[in-house]
Nanobody, 117 residues
Framework: QVQLVESGGGLVQAGGSLRLSCAASGSVFGINAMGWYRQAPGKQRELVAAITEGGGTNYADSVRGRFTISRDNAKNTLYLQMNSLKPEDTAVYYC???????????WGQGTQVTVSS
């Protein structure tokens, strides 16, 4: 079992920046990849960015060059630095980990990011 707690969401004007954090606890030794997803009203949840245990990263086309995912393995914390935010980035952002040999999904509770125009 892994527990995930996100923080760092909020309201920001277009062009601004926010940094999301996700603190993992519990059986963290079994974590493989970690990532951020988002879900806007009326839309499906989508992958924003992911990072492997070895540090390899993957980004959605819509955020590449603006967002940066990173992880601090010593602190068991995942980050998402979001720059040049756009109104279309408005969504609830969820932390996700892939855990164990079956790559089970664990989710955080979500944090709201609102970008005003």
């Amino acid at each position: 079992q892994v527990q995930l707690v996100e923080s760092g969401g909020g309201l920001v004007q277009a062009g601004g920046s926010l940094r999301l954090s996700c603190a993992a606890s519990g059986s963290v030794f079994g974590i493989n990849a970690m990532g951020w997803y988002r879900q806007a009203p009326g839309k499906q949840r989508e992958l924003v960015a992911a990072i492997t245990e070895g540090g390899g990263t993957n980004y959605a086309d819509s955020v590449r060059g603006r967002f940066t995912i990173s992880r601090d393995n010593a602190k068991n914390t995942l980050y998402l630095q979001m720059n040049s935010l756009k109104p279309e980035d408005t969504a609830v952002y969820y932390c996700n980990v892939k855990w164990g040999s079956n790559w089970d999904d664990y989710w955080g509770q979500g944090t709201q990011v609102t970008v005003s125009s």
